[in-house]
């Protein structure tokens, strides 16, 4: 059973690899999804998979960008039939 979570990522997240951090931890989970930079300066970010699965990457991307982020509001959301793969989107 996959398990979806949308994260939005507040603090000062734009312009230092974040995306690029997300979507590279991405490859080492058996996870999927997308991330993407919001006009209000915040990165939003959906990721989906198995529940132990989705909480490690997520755990491991909060320390990799520890220093960046100041809040980070989670919500399980409704799953993807059939995604593939784990993008930036513009």
């Known amino acids: 059973m996959h398990f979806r979570t949308r994260v939005i990522y507040t603090g000062k997240v734009q312009g230092v690899g974040f995306r690029y951090t997300a979507r590279t ?6 996870v999927t999804g997308w991330v993407r930079n919001d006009p209000d300066g915040s990165v939003h970010l959906e990721v989906q ?10 755990d491991e ?11 980070a509001e989670e919500q399980s959301i409704s799953s993807i039939p059939d995604e593939q793969g784990f993008s930036v989107k513009h």
Do not use: E, F
């Open 61 to 71: 991307l909060a320390q990799k960008m520890r220093m960046c982020i100041t809040n």
């Open 49 to 58: 998979g198995m529940p132990d699965s989705v909480r490690a990457y997520l």
């Open 25 to 30: 931890l991405a490859t080492g989970y058996p």
